[in-house]
């Protein structure tokens, strides 16, 4: 069975720091081009931070850069997100997703989620004082 499954998320102060974890499970983890997204209550989902097959493009949205990293490590079927200096703002349920299609460089943050064949369940990310 083919997934992707989110791990990191939880409830914590503005300023604090999370990294999630997205791993890849009966699927060519290696190959696919890996996106976070984000959906905060009563907003639609948006691309957050891209990262190609190799590692070697990344990406971030305006609101994330500086703050948030993207890694991969194929050895483990894993990309992970270290969440700096957290926001309220960055309050929602992260998904990651897949695809293996070309991408330009840098890949590109906004791009249409139809193009991801494989998506995780989400996993609930919560900045509150």
């Known amino acids: 069975q083919s997934q992707l499954v989110e791990s990191g998320g939880g409830l914590v102060q503005p300023g604090e720091s999370l990294r999630l974890s997205c791993t890849g499970s009966?699927?060519?983890?290696?190959?696919?081009?890996i996106m976070w997204f984000r959906q905060a209550p009563g907003k639609e989902r948006e691309g957050v931070s891209c990262i190609t097959w190799r590692g070697l493009s990344t990406n971030y949205a305006d609101s994330v850069k500086g703050r948030f990293n993207i890694s991969r490590d194929n050895a483990k079927n894993t990309v992970y997100l270290q969440m700096n200096h957290l926001k309220p703002e960055d309050t929602a349920i992260y998904y990651c997703?897949?695809?293996?299609?070309?991408?330009?460089?840098?890949?590109?943050?906004?791009?249409?989620?139809?193009?991801?064949?494989?998506w995780g369940q989400g996993t609930q990310v919560s900045v509150s004082s």
């Open positions: 009966g699927l060519p983890f290696g190959v696919l081009n």
């Open positions: 997703a897949a695809h293996d299609g070309p991408v330009p460089h840098p890949c590109p943050v906004a791009i249409s989620q139809g193009r991801f064949r494989y």
